[in-house]
């Protein structure tokens, strides 16, 4: 599993397609334990590019604050699960809450 979260100034980014980096966090399938965490910075900011370069990158799962609804059908198009209305912890609390079961869908912090 990969789990990419967006990020501006090393918390989540409320908003998805304005952030400066994403973190990549992959997941050991034995233990479900995070391995790695990657930063990457993301190709310039264009309608329906992020999802497609994302799934390149080997994402899974998403974690977000807010994503408008062509990028998250983008997304379950190619199969990757996203949750949207994560608070703006950094990528560890947030991974941490993902994995132990605790970190649930919010308010959408996006309207379009």
Request: with cysteine; hydrophobic share 40%; glycine share 12%.
């Amino acid at each position: 599993m990969r789990i990419a979260i967006p990020l501006a100034a090393g918390r989540l980014c409320m908003h998805f397609g304005h952030c400066e980096q994403f973190a990549l966090v992959d997941i050991a399938e034995n233990d479900g334990k995070a391995t790695q965490t990657t930063l990457v910075t993301p190709p310039p900011h264009e309608p329906g590019l992020l999802p497609r370069w994302l799934h390149e990158q080997g994402a899974t799962v998403i974690i977000a604050g807010g994503m408008g609804q062509r990028a998250q059908q983008l997304f379950a198009q190619s199969g990757i699960r996203v949750l949207v209305g994560a608070p703006a912890d950094t990528p560890e609390e947030l991974v941490s809450a993902y994995l132990g079961g605790t970190l649930k869908p919010g308010q959408n912090a996006c309207d379009h």
